[in-house]
């Protein structure tokens, strides 16, 4: 008896106040640009989210520890990014460089695959993606 009045009176605890109906709230017009937006400009992108960020900055790290030879620990750090945020393209370049730096061609080149997917509509990086796909697969 005592554990539902408890559970009663946390669940009303976030319950939120009904709006007053004395003052209808200000919706914009469907022509309206959302709020923060100007006409023409492009909404925040997934890149800047706090999970992107934070991706990136642990495939930097792994990056460093690629260049300082230290594979296992830089796969490591890469799969952690790679749990962070999934679309990371980043990572799996890095990863398919890893595992290539390790002598595992397959694993390298199902990560360089996975780069191309998420790399795609990056020129530049697509570039580094192919001559990343051709020192995994030699014509």
């Known amino acids: 008896m005592a554990i539902s009045y408890f559970?009663?009176?946390?669940?009303?605890?976030?319950?939120?106040?009904?709006?007053?109906p004395s003052s209808p709230p200000s919706r914009p017009s469907p022509s309206a640009e959302p709020v923060g937006q100007e006409r023409g400009a492009t909404?925040?992108?997934?890149?800047d989210s706090p999970r992107a960020l934070?991706?990136?900055?642990?495939?930097?790290?792994a990056r460093g520890l690629l260049e300082s030879g230290r594979v296992d620990d830089a796969i490591r750090t890469l799969e952690h990014a790679m749990n962070v945020n999934p679309s990371n393209g980043q990572n799996y370049y890095y990863l398919a460089e890893a595992w290539l730096k390790k002598g595992n061609l397959s694993q390298a080149n199902e990560f360089n695959r996975l780069a191309a997917i998420?790399?795609?509509?990056?020129?530049?990086?697509?570039?580094?993606v192919k001559d990343q796909q051709d020192r995994i697969r030699p014509r």
């Open 7 to 20: 559970m009663v009176l946390a669940l009303s605890a976030c319950a939120t106040a009904p709006e007053s």
């Open 43 to 47: 909404p925040p992108s997934q890149q």
């Open 54 to 61: 934070a991706s990136l900055r642990l495939t930097e790290q």
């Open 118 to 128: 998420y790399l795609r509509d990056d020129p530049d990086w697509m570039n580094r």
